[in-house]
Every structure is written in C-alpha cells, then in structure tokens.
C-alpha cells in the first residue's frame, strides 16, 4: 500500500506561485510514475502533469509549471507559476503500485484577487 499526504495549497493573488508537495508513506524509488491531476468546482478531475523517466503536462499548464520528485524524500513537488483564476481547484497526488491506482486526499488552491 502507498499513502500520498498533499500539501503546500493555499490562496495566492493571480500571477502569483505556490509549490505543492506530494509526500508517500513509503519510498517511492520503485515506483515509474507519479502524478498530479485537479479538480475545479463542478468540474470532472483533469490530469495536470506525470513525472516518470520524463515530464509531461497539460497544456494548460505547460510552461507554468514544473512537476519534480526527490526520491531521497519521497516527494513529488509541483510548482506553479503565474497562476490564473481558472487554475483554482483541488489538487490531487496520484500513482499506480503493484497494479493498484493510490490518491491523496488533496490540497486547495484558490486563486484570486
């Protein structure tokens, strides 16, 4: 089993930044993937950007922010620069273990003047 604990979300003012981090309740060395997805008010989860041998992100939020891990830490982090409004949401850790999909519970960001 693998326990994710988000953290770091919070309200910033719009072009602002913020790190969230993704801590796992066991080392995450063996694990190929882990991954942030979102969800807005009202809105269905969305994928936000996946960190295994290489990075991907949304195009939303490519160029803003920047998904890392420190497997010492088992951590995954993401930051977020020059954030909109419409990045508001819950955001959410995620990986597959041994064919079982894990989440955390999430971390509130709100963006707003």
């Known amino acids: 089993q693998v326990q994710l604990v988000e953290s770091g979300g919070g309200l910033v003012q719009p072009g602002g930044s913020l790190r969230l981090s993704c801590t796992a309740s066991?080392?995450?060395?063996?694990?190929?993937?882990m991954g942030w997805y979102r969800q807005a008010p009202g809105a269905q989860r969305e994928w936000v950007a996946v960190?295994?041998?290489?990075?991907f992100y949304a195009d939303s939020v490519k160029g803003r922010f920047t998904i890392s891990r420190d497997n010492a830490k088992n951590t995954v982090y993401l930051q977020m620069n020059s954030l909109k409004p419409e990045d508001t949401a819950v955001y959410y850790c995620?990986?597959?273990?041994?064919?079982?999909?894990?989440w955390g519970k999430g971390t509130l960001v709100t963006v707003s003047s």
């Open positions: 960190i295994g041998g290489d990075t």
């Open positions: 995620n990986t597959v273990y041994l064919n079982k999909n894990y």
């Open positions: 066991r080392s995450i060395n063996s694990i190929t993937a």
